[in-house]
């Protein structure tokens, strides 16, 4: 809720994509692919619903609570 109300539409339109595009590259790009770009551990972003601020704050700020089928560990005894 806290990032919600800072993330409003003029913050988002005067916001850094240079730096954005850093903070990809650093944090998330070694198991995602964007573009072409990144590693193939997780799934491909670059068709993901990355306009949707709801999404993209439950999946930024909690990764791992929603985790698709295909991406899932399964642990074989």
């Given at each position: 809720?806290?990032?919600?109300?800072?993330?409003?539409?003029?913050?988002?339109?005067?916001?850094?994509l240079v730096a954005g595009r850093?903070?990809?590259?650093?944090?998330c790009a070694s198991c995602h692919?964007?573009?072409?770009?990144?590693?193939?551990?997780?799934?491909?972003?670059t068709g993901s619903n990355r306009?949707?601020?709801?999404?993209?704050?439950?999946?930024?700020?909690?990764?791992?609570?929603?985790?698709?089928?295909?991406?899932?560990?399964?642990?074989?005894?």
């Amino acid at each position: 809720a806290d990032l919600r109300g800072k993330l409003t539409a003029e913050s988002l339109n005067s916001a850094d994509l240079v730096a954005g595009r850093r903070v990809f590259e650093k944090s998330c790009a070694s198991c995602h692919v964007l573009y072409g770009t990144g590693g193939r551990i997780g799934p491909d972003l670059t068709g993901s619903n990355r306009h949707n601020l709801t999404y993209l704050l439950e999946n930024t700020v909690d990764p791992s609570a929603s985790v698709g089928k295909a991406f899932q560990v399964s642990v074989i005894r």
